[in-house]
């Protein structure tokens, strides 16, 4: 066990190095976040109403949050294509270490990157006027559950790479996989307007339940809510749901894994 | 006798309808190289891959450093390097990174790792380059590179998929000596290739591989002997000279000279090495023939396959009948 430890941290470096050679990677990874919130916190902010007469500033920001996790999917998938594409994965299969390490130690390092998207998010949303009101912990807390949910997508991006096996094909399709998860949520629209099995599926979407617990944990106001279970009671029901997803993904990346061959 | 370092027995392998490896028996004794030579398409990258553990095959049963390659594939792995047919270097990690990094993960510690790449790394003749990014080195140093990452743990058995294929003369004699000096120090080496060169230059013996199947093995000597070996190729501008260069060359060897009038050329077994090319040379001028052209033709893959199958390596792409062809042939092969 700390053997996987030790090589998921190696791995980690690795992966640390290629953004220290490549800043561009850590330029994207700053630009997407930031013009999120400007375009959607502050534009949109700006220009619409919430019932409930709460500001959809506030309400909109725990949605630019969660929806910049989402890009962890393909950023995951797009890589370990890679690493199958240029052979390195063929290497690290030849080798005595560990399946789960090498996957471990992929997921690990985006989901760091998510943590650095996040607090460039939370810089910025301060400055266009977002606040937390309950407190360091529970902010702290929120953040934490989003990085939660960064790390979880990102082993369903490892399985979606193992499994499409070619960059391109992943960049294509992985956007296609985003899209309904990211609008089919309350990312950025309140929930009641929906027909009601539209509404049941938005409320189930982990997306929405992870934005509704952190605009709890934020104090950001929920909105109206639905007698959904994942609605009434967002923080377990995202923490469940979440560890769900982990329980689902983890062991059916590790055995893509171990087929794994390089798309020809 | 001591058992092989490598033998695998009826290896099988089918993706989806298409059969891409058929009752492939290998047997590579400890200490030696066996040469897989076979054209595109062949099936040396998927019998690597299972030797590797990186593929299951359908049927069959292989041992690998005395593992079993099915039941212990962790054992295995322990005791193997693995150079696949594109080099596997991370790009944007340098040559020492690369290697320091195999080397954690092999749980060497943090220390050996980086001595163990340094060593590596002199020993690849990539000291120069060691700081430098992996994707800013030329195609023959990735492949040293590559070498090194799959030697990090001294496996006692090393498998090389086509690992000259696109390098020119010079990186690929450096990769030759490289893998020499491996060899030299008692790995066992089985390797894939689709030069008949290379087979002779680096391996005791020769199995070669086609459509999946298994058509002949032998030492790279009896294997050439089998295809006809270098052949000297004479042309001349006037058909006056052929007759003289036809007797000159029928001086080599109990065997007449292949004449093509049409393109005036005479060509003939090459037995005698340089020493021939030079007493031939030296009678064509002493009779003042002038060639048009003068060569050693070394027998390519296609002459082994012409040779062993009947038909050429590209011609093999066709359909069923040459399957059956090859099927007829193949009995052949074995009964020489
Ligand atoms: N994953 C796969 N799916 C389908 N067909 C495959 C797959 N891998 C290999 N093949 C087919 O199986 C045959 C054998 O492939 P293999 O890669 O073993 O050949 P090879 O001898 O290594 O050829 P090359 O010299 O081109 O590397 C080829 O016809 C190839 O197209
Ligand atoms: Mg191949």
Known sequence: MSEVITDSFALVGRQMRHIKRMPEQLIGLTILPVAFVVVFGYLFGSAMKVPGGQSYQEYIMAGIFAQVM????????????????????????SLPISRTSVLLGRTMSDATLCTWSCAVMAVVGYGIGWRAHEGVLKTLAAFALLVLMGFTLSWFGALLGLVLRSPETVSAMSSIIVMPLAFLSNAFIPLDGLP???????????????????RELFGNGTGATSDALPAQYPIPGAILLLGLMLAIFIPLASRAYQKAAAAR | MTEPAVSAEGLSKKYGDFQALQDVNLSVPAGTVLGLLGPNGAGKTTTVRILATLLTPDAGQATVAGQDVLRKPAEVRKRIGLTGQYAAVDARLTGRENIELIGVLLHLGRKAAKVRAAELLEQFELTDAADKLAKNYSGGMRRRLDLAASLVSRPPVLFLDEPTTGLDLTSRMTLWRMVKEQVDSGVTVLL??????????????????????????????????????????????DTSDLAVVTTALASLSAEQPTVDQDSRTASIALSGGIKAIASISAELEAAGVEPLDFAVRRSSMDDVFLALTGHSSAASDDGDPQQQDLNANEKEAQSV
């Open chain 2, 192 to 237: 894939t290739t689709q030069y008949l060169e290379e087979a002779d230059q680096l391996a005791n013996r020769v199995a070669v591989i086609d459509k999946g199947r298994l058509i002949a093995e032998g030492t790279p000597d009896e294997l050439k002997r089998r295809v006809g070996g270098d052949r000297l190729e004479v042309s001349v501008t």
């Open chain 1, 196 to 214: 009601y099995w539209l509404r049941t599926i938005a409320e189930w979407n982990p997306l929405s339940t992870v934005v509704s617990a952190c």
């Open chain 1, 70 to 93: 989402l890009s962890t999917i393909s950023t995951t998938a797009v890589g370990v294509a890679g690493d199958l594409s240029n052979g390195i994965v063929d290497r690290f299969r």
